[in-house]
């Protein structure tokens, strides 16, 4: 019998995907420490721009660095310009007694670490573990045997994650999701089980397509949920009133996560409904912690890092979209919704 769709565990599995959404974030931390980052900033509080400039690093994934070290509390922002705090002072600067440096130097030869040095430097991707013959993972998820190994990674994760999104989403007199980079289709089946009045369309390239046809054949969803194949930087197809990303604005840069919501504009009448499903850093960029950390293995393998609920909204008003609020879900997961204007 299939798995219903409509269920949940008994048990909170939020340290097992804790541990994985954290994995890089030593190594960013241990790439910081093998520049002695906090020395020169408990010296020299500046700008992310003066950051970067002084040290030759570009503005992503400095941004998501500085992200990290304010939410653990090592370094604040005060109206822009960045301090490093009392515990970094303390803890992880030259000249200290209590100095904590050394514990990490052994560390700073570890390969994820040497990459962030490398990302730092020229804001592009490492790959997935720091596999050079697999840098440009969006073009690996064409190659069959990949594209298969990662979507069942993120079908897995998005058993959980979609049923919870699911139950939280209010999709009264809407009819048709389209769930765009819709990997498995777990998304799409979810969220069409729990809400038995909506058709959904599962919308990837191939050879996602046939993975996610498949899945979906075997989850009994085939009657409501239906794959459609294509390129969604080239469009999108119409007659969808709610459109959904979930965990793939997070893959790209800005200039990308512009594009693809003007993608989603260009498809949708006024009044439709586009979903960011995502890991949300908050408005004022010190938090949560978890996603903090999951933003460090974006930055190291993709184009892209966890935006903030303030970013998004900026991004979904610029593109034409009104923005509602940022709802929290499950494991440090959360959605925005946004009407197309």
């Known amino acids: 019998m299939p798995h219903d769709l409509t269920s949940a565990p008994q048990t909170d599995p939020l340290n097992i995907y804790r541990y994985r ?23 020299t509080p500046s700008s992310l721009s003066g950051i970067c400039e002084h040290f030759g690093f570009k503005e992503r994934p400095v941004d998501v660095m500085l992200t990290l070290f304010t939410a653990n509390g090592w370094v604040k922002n005060d109206a822009g310009v960045f301090h490093a705090t009392d515990t970094a002072k303390e803890h992880l600067r030259a000249g200290s007694v209590w100095d904590l440096r050394p514990y990490y130097a052994s560390l700073h030869d570890r390969p994820i670490a040497r990459d ?34 990662f979507t069942a990674a993120m079908d897995c994760r998005g058993l959980y994650l979609s049923q919870a999104l699911a139950k939280k989403l209010d999709l009264t007199g809407r009819k048709c999701l389209l769930d765009i980079g819709a990997g498995s289709g777990i998304y799409a089946s979810s ?6 009045l909506l058709k959904a ?49 997070h893959d790209w840069g800005v ?13 949708m009448k006024p009044g439709d409904l586009l979903i960011i499903h995502d890991a949300f850093i908050n408005a004022e960029k010190n ?29 979904l008003d610029e593109a034409g979209f009104t923005p509602g609020a940022y709802h929290d879900t499950a494991v440090a997961r959360g959605f925005m919704t946004a009407l197309r204007r």
């Open 116 to 149: 962030y040095l490398e990302v730092l430097k020229t804001d592009k991707p490492a790959g997935w573990s720091g596999d050079k013959a697999a840098f440009d993972w969006h073009k690996a998820m064409e190659q069959e045997d990949f594209a298969r190994k």
């Open 255 to 267: 200039a990308e996560v512009k594009k693809l919501l003007a993608v989603s504009h260009a498809a």
């Open 21 to 43: 959404d954290s994995l890089y974030a030593v190594d960013l931390i241990t790439a910081a420490l093998s520049i002695d980052f906090f020395t020169w900033l408990a010296a």
């Open 191 to 196: 969220i069409a089980a729990q809400h038995t």
């Open 201 to 249: 369309i599962a919308f990837d390239q191939a050879p996602v397509d046939r993975i996610a046809a498949k899945l979906i054949e075997e989850r009994g969803c085939a009657d409501r949920v239906s794959v459609a194949t294509g390129n969604m930087f080239d469009g999108l197809p119409a007659g969808c009133d709610v459109h959904l990303y979930s965990n793939v604005l």
């Open 287 to 315: 938090g949560p912690l978890h996603v903090a950390e999951y933003s460090c293995l974006l930055m190291h393998s993709t184009q892209g890092k966890c935006y903030s609920t303030g970013e998004y909204a900026a991004l």
